[in-house]
């Protein structure tokens, strides 16, 4: 077969193979909207029904009011948001100085930053919570965002970035007589906006559904997230699984938004910050 | 916070030390949050292994004898090799297709941005979704069955057989895991600069050469990366084995993490969890470090 | 400004919790979830606080299988509730690291624990004593009985009230009549045991064993015995529905489901054994569809049935008016028996359950004379600290029966390795 044969019947494989791609991809997403909208009965009916014979829009605020999930949600966002902040501050902070300054110890302290990436919470769980518990802070938003208010991976984003600022810049303003927190504040940050704008992403999206730490940490109705809420609601009675899947697609809301409108940015943000060793 | 210093100055220190000290000041309070939240907890969890504790009555000492029981533990090892079994089965896939991903995403298409969206959706899903949701497809007389059915496979029960129910698993880490790493090979690809392509093509070199020995050289620190990450990722998986399968049927879908939770909520042996934890801790650096001398050899710039 | 600011809201907010706790205290209660009964809860909870405005109630309830794993941490961080329910096969776990508050009887308004004792069914308190002490006190007495669906009877051309199945062997001749098959697919399972939850696989196989007249621990608690005679006969029952009667499918049932008793309702299943608590979950009007009989037996002239219970507890780390007052709780709590009982269709322990007003409507149509017959032949599960382990293993011995068809002695011979190694720790 001619190379351009080839080519075109490989084209053609490549589109087939890119739409199943994304059916596998968005079956879940289907599905879970899909059900979301059925009757108890027509979740778990065989043959099963791709559509609900009609939508069950009552499904939502019977299924929020299982929980408080108002408050389930608040707190979810009120986690994800203050993290994020922390992130974005104290992870840019740190960038700054590991990538534009010569201390002592430096790569050492990179290092060791980084290594703790390799820590799960869940190898650490207890001695954290101990921690948390010695500082007071079990059963408060202190305890549920202080902990994870800093991510070894926002300094390492940070800090490639930031190593590909010029010099130059900064040097400037030092002539200038800026100060170096002035320098931090006026120089550095507005021109990091990509890599912020991917960690605030990053960021959000992994702490929106913090379910482990909160788990342990917090035993107050009134502080649970809202997967928390969504496992106890499954834990309770796993049969309502058209109401279990109301409350995902509402839980997904906020993180979908966020890819849809800040995509672009999110990958030039990755783009940018080069990822090199 | 960063202290407020208005007019701060240190005139008698020389300017080298005085961005000595900016420098350390700068990296400071991440270093103060690591070293409680993470550090700290670190060698409490080593100290913990020496020590017999149920969380309710103070601690003994027990010297090695938790790493002696873990050892013997054959529930520990069958939760070793599913993790390792984890590990692999979701990150190599992950690298090449993945890869694949983003090479597709990074040819003209027509509808680019609608497909590059679709893939993209499962990183924007919770991780909490992403459990209930698949638990409920995989049930006996959920979808997952209907599609097969419909090709004529019979009804399996996904979650609760042992041959099944890992393989299960894997397959949403990488259903989870693609669109991630596909973003940050994408990025990795578009930020190779034309004139490399064109110089090869000039060179007389076809698209699996250019590939060969242009892109993949050039991207060998985002495939570094995403080789590292996605088996870290990987080894911390927790949530969906809790949710789904409870590390079951018959402990196959029990990854060391689990094993540890349970170890250390469930049968209040804290000191044996953290003897376990240590041991989850030191293969992880172990690889690390492997990933990282191979790929070193392998040519980094 | 900013300084003097922050001054300001820090005060006002010291001032608002000051004075915010001079106003009310709490009594914190903590409970596994069970919609019916967390209904009655919340309802005896708005009822003391009514008539407590000083000494407001907070409830909480959680997903059982997470709840007491966040119980004892919580335990441990001395943050956990003021009074909490526990479930007897935890105590042990509980009580041998002195983490509950021992009950005091005269503050229940008994002259003592003897006392006390003559008040409920004979046995009853004893899965809640520990070293002579009382460490809860119980507000539910559990036990296992058959339910079964009528229309599935008739249908089959069986009369529910005379061919029900009294022994083990009965359900697999019974369940013949009552499968149903598409080819080789099974659409309605006959019969079917819960699979999702080790601590119903330890009820099944302990009543089993005990039926062969074994057990899974040795009476001192100390050594597994589950893989004796007695124990590889119980599992051989367990299993022989699926393999040898082939009158269960695990494929046909939702395997993982939480509230187990989901399948009868929705027809899944013909014959279930659940406890009686499900006459609730049911609802009356798919009761009316359901007959409910005594557990099965190996043999019925020597019936043995399995029993269990959740009770209050109290917080050890409170002061002793606080306790007190968390015993005003408990009596507030457990004054209605029969209240419990039309609310959630659990029996109540106390020895003049049967001869309370009412009653005797209730024995006629909500079985109680079922389940009082099943608690009266039935035994707790053996006291251990190590409960979650043992039933663990055991969860997984029966998986690899069930599932698998893997030989019942080698498989409890496994689970009896397990359990015996975590025995021995210290």
């Not at chain 2, 679709?118 to 599609?147: D, E, H, R």
């Not at chain 3, 809860?41 to 966040?70: C, G, I, R």
């Not at chain 3, 503050?107 to 008040?119: F, R, S, V």
Request: charged share 15%; glycine share 6%.
């Amino acid at each position: 077969m001619s190379s351009r044969a080839l080519s075109l019947w490989g084209g053609r494989l490549l589109t087939i193979l890119t739409i199943a791609g994304i059916g596998v991809t968005l079956l879940p997403y289907f599905w879970m909207l899909s059900s979301s909208l059925k009757t108890s009965s027509e979740v778990f009916e065989l043959p099963v029904r791709w559509l609900p014979r009609e939508p069950q829009w009552s499904n939502y605020p019977a299924a929020l009011s299982r929980g408080a999930f108002g408050v389930y949600f608040f707190n979810s966002a009120v986690v994800a948001l203050a993290v994020m902040a922390g992130n974005l501050l104290v992870c840019s902070l740190a960038g700054y100085g590991l990538a534009k300054f010569r201390f002592p110890y430096r790569e050492l302290s990179f290092r060791a930053i980084l290594s703790t990436l390799m820590l799960p919470l869940e190898i650490v769980l207890v001695p954290t919570f101990l921690v948390v518990r010695g500082l007071g802070l079990v059963n408060s938003y202190g305890g549920l965002i202080i902990p994870l208010a800093v991510d070894a991976f926002g300094i390492f984003l940070m800090r490639q970035y930031i190593k590909d600022l010029p010099d130059s810049l900064i040097e400037a303003a030092r002539l200038d007589g800026c100060s170096e927190r002035g320098i931090f504040w006026r120089i550095i940050l507005p021109n990091c906006k990509p890599a912020l704008g991917a960690l605030a992403l990053l960021t959000f999206r992994d702490n929106w559904d913090q379910f482990l730490w909160p788990l342990i940490v917090a035993s107050k109705d009134t502080l649970k997230t809202f997967p928390l809420g969504l496992a106890q609601m499954e834990g309770i009675d796993s049969a309502a699984y058209h109401e279990i899947m109301a409350i995902a697609v509402i839980a997904m809301i906020p993180t979908a938004i966020i890819f849809l409108f800040f995509q672009r940015a999110f990958v030039r943000g990755i783009a940018l910050s080069g990822l090199k060793e | 916070m960063f202290q407020q210093r208005v007019g701060w100055r240190w005139p008698s220190l020389s300017l080298q030390t005085r961005l000595c000290w900016a420098g350390f000041l700068f990296v400071l309070p991440a270093l103060l949050h690591l070293i409680v939240f993470k550090f700290y907890p670190m060698v409490e969890a080593f100290r913990l292994s020496f020590y017999k504790y149920d969380l309710m009555t103070p601690p003994v000492f027990h010297g090695v004898e938790n790493y002696k029981t873990v050892w013997n533990n054959p529930l520990f090892h069958q939760s070793f090799w599913v993790s390792v079994k984890y590990m692999f089965g979701v990150s190599v896939p992950e690298w090449f297709l993945a890869f694949a991903l983003a090479l597709l995403l990074n040819r003209g298409m027509p509808g680019r941005p609608v497909i590059r969206l679709a893939y993209f959706f499962p990183i924007a899903m919770s991780q909490i979704v992403v459990a209930l949701v698949w638990k409920f497809m995989y049930n006996p007389l959920g979808v997952v069955n209907t599609l097969l059915g419909a090709v004529g496979i019979g009804r399996i029960n996904w979650l609760a057989t042992e041959q099944s129910a890992l393989p299960a698993l894997i397959l949403i880490g990488i259903w989870r895991g693609i669109p991630l790493f596909g973003v940050i090979y994408l990025a990795g690809l578009q930020s190779i600069p034309k004139e490399y392509h064109e110089a090869a093509t000039v060179d007389g070199a076809g698209p699996w050469q250019s590939l060969r020995h242009v892109t993949i050289p050039l991207l060998t620190p985002t495939i570094l990366f995403v080789m590292v990450m996605s088996l870290l990722s990987a080894m911390k998986v927790f949530l969906n084995p809790l949710v789904m399968t409870e590390g079951g049927p018959n402990g196959t879908t029990r990854v060391l993490p689990y094993f540890i939770y349970e170890t250390a909520f469930a049968y209040h042996r804290m000191g044996e969890a953290a003897a376990a934890s240590m041991v989850l801790f030191a293969f992880a650096f172990a690889l690390t470090l492997i990933q990282l001398r191979l790929l070193r050899r392998g040519g980094v710039e | 400004m900013r300084r003097w600011l922050v001054a300001c809201l820090s005060f006002v907010v010291t001032a608002a919790l000051v004075a915010g706790s001079a106003f009310a205290q709490t009594i914190t209660w903590w409970e596994h979830s069970n919609p019916p009964h967390n209904n009655y809860s919340k309802e005896l909870v708005a009822d003391w606080n009514k008539t407590h405005p000083t000494m407001q109630v907070e409830y909480e309830f959680f997903a059982m299988t997470p709840y007491f794993k966040k119980l004892s941490a919580a335990l441990s961080t001395r943050s956990a509730a003021d009074m909490f329910t526990v479930i007897d096969t935890l105590l042990p776990s509980f009580t041998t690291k002195e983490v509950l508050a021992p009950i005091h009887p005269e503050w229940l308004g008994y002259k003592n624990l003897d006392d006390m004792k003559k008040a409920y069914l004979p046995g009853a308190l004893d899965g809640y004593i520990h070293d002579g002490k009382l460490y809860a006190v119980p507000m539910i007495a559990a036990t296992f009985s058959l339910y079964l669906n009528r229309k599935h009877f008739q249908e089959a051309g069986l009369d529910p009230d005379k061919d029900y199945p009294r022994t083990w062997e009965d359900i697999g001749r019974v369940g013949q009549k009552l499968v149903k098959m598409q080819g080789s697919t099974m659409t309605r399972e006959a019969f079917d045991f819960a699979m999702h939850s080790s601590a119903w696989t330890m009820w099944y196989m302990e009543g089993l064993t005990r039926q062969y007249g074994g057990s899974i621990l040795d009476p001192a608690g100390k050594k597994c015995t589950a893989n004796g005679e007695a124990g590889v006969k119980a599992m051989q029952v367990r299993s022989m529905y699926v393999h040898k009667y082939k009158i269960s499918d695990p494929t046909v049932s939702l395997a993982t489901n939480a509230l187990p008793a989901d399948d009868m309702p929705k027809g899944r299943v013909s014959m279930f054994i659940t406890h009686a608590g499900s006459v609730a979950q049911f609802g009356p009007k798919f009761m009316e569809d359901v007959k409910v009989v005594p557990f099965p037996q190996v043999n019925p002239r020597k019936p043995v049935s399995i029993i269990y219970g959740f009770a209050l507890a109290v917080n050890p780390h409170l002061s002793e008016a606080k306790q007190k007052q968390v015993h005003e709780l408990i009596r507030h709590v457990v004054k209605n028996p029969k209240e419990w009982y039309d609310k959630t269709s659990y029996p109540y322990p106390s020895a003049n359950f049967l001869e309370l007003p009412g009653m005797d409507e209730a024995r006629k149509t909500r079985y109680l004379d079922v389940f009082i017959g099943d608690i009266k032949t039935g035994t707790y599960v053996t006291r251990t600290a190590y409960y979650l382990e043992i039933s663990d293993a055991m969860h997984r011995a029966m998986e690899r029966v069930v599932l698998k068809n893997e030989d019942p002695k080698a498989s409890l011979d496994q689970a009896c390795k397990e359990i015996d190694s975590a025995l021995a720790k210290p």
